[in-house]
């Protein structure tokens, strides 16, 4: 087999310095079983604002192997999606070997400037984070598929002054091309692509500032064996990222109070997120434009997080891209 394995950037280092209020770190990797060392690795931060991500590909006559992986996070938010694929093109009976193809990646952010004001009294309150996840896999395989298997996976943990307030796992799984057993627990029990979910409550300091951080890892990976042809894949994507919730109040505390935190653009317990961003850059350009209208047309571009994709969501994402928000 030929070993000459190309490697691509996706994304270059996309970001803007870290402040002492924010910390957002990424890392991600792309590995085979029959190949030493990793085909692809990244890893940046700490940084305000970062995104990036590794591909790698390779064709031949026999097999197509494609990975890749990216994550990242800005205020407010982090994105992070992972994907493996692994065509035969004629399998070999008499060949019991196998194949292994992984890539996953992670976006960890800390916002570390969080002030509750309020009336004078109590020197701490209760506090809780309000936060949406949208994402999906797909996992199975096209052909007789009978030594394959597909699995996904992605994690997300919240914490509140190191404290961890929140945690899912979610999986989805194929063996030998049919559904297999799989995960949805914790903040992605019942979840069916996007979700509102609130942490547990815990208290923290009033007029004195507190951090909070969140965590969100996503895996694909394919394994099959070298009898059977087809095609295997897997994609675990929340490229549509794990936020602040953006419907209501970012936080819940007590009547009277309210929170706000500069490196997480939250002002007066309201999140505001530069949505146009559609690219996670950093920047507001046509690209931006271009990216959302092939989201809109394949029915994923649903930013108002009603349910729907439809004409809201454009024209929310107009009055958005031409107000310049990054």
Not at 58 to 79: K, Q
Not at 125 to 149: E, H
Not at 214 to 219: K, P, R
Not at 238 to 251: E, H, I, K, M, Y
């Amino acid at each position: 087999m030929n070993r000459s394995l190309p490697l691509r950037c996706l994304l270059g280092v996309i970001g803007v310095a870290s402040s002492a209020q924010a910390d957002i770190t990424v890392s991600g990797a792309i590995y085979r079983g029959d190949v030493p060392g990793f085909l692809g690795i990244y890893e940046a931060g700490p940084l305000d604002s970062v995104g990036r991500g590794v591909s790698y590909e390779r064709f031949s006559a026999a097999e197509s192997v494609v990975g890749a992986t990216a994550s990242g996070g800005g205020p407010g938010y982090l994105y992070s999606r992972s994907f493996a694929e692994y065509r035969l093109n004629e399998g070999n009976p008499q060949n019991p070997g196998a194949f292994g193809l992984q890539a996953n990646s992670v976006a960890e952010a800390m916002w570390s400037d969080l002030i509750v004001s309020g009336p004078a009294g109590p020197a701490t309150v209760p506090f809780s984070i309000n936060f949406f996840l949208d994402g999906y896999a797909v996992v199975g395989s096209i052909g007789p598929g009978n030594g394959t298997a597909g699995s996904t996976y992605a994690s997300f943990v919240a914490y509140v002054q190191g404290e961890i307030v929140a945690r899912g796992a979610y999986a989805v799984n194929s063996l030998g091309g049919l559904p297999s057993p799989g995960t949805a627990e914790g903040v992605f029990a019942n979840f069916t692509g996007t979700a509102q979910v609130s942490t547990d409550t815990v208290m923290v300091p009033v007029n004195t500032p507190f951090s909070i951080r969140l965590q969100l890892q996503t895996i694909a990976r394919v394994d099959v064996t070298f009898a059977d042809s087809g095609t295997t894949t897997a994609f675990m994507n929340f490229g549509d990222t794990a936020s602040l919730a953006t419907n209501g109040p970012a936080f819940n505390v007590p009547d009277g109070y309210t929170v706000s935190s500069e490196a997480a653009r939250v002002t007066d317990n309201v999140y505001s997120r530069c949505f146009c961003d559609w690219d996670h850059t950093g920047v507001v350009n046509s690209q931006d434009l271009f990216d959302f209208l092939i989201s809109f047309f394949a029915g994923s571009a649903d930013i108002n997080y009603d349910g729907f994709t439809n004409s809201q969501d454009f024209f929310d994402f107009l009055a958005c891209f031409f107000t310049a928000c990054v």
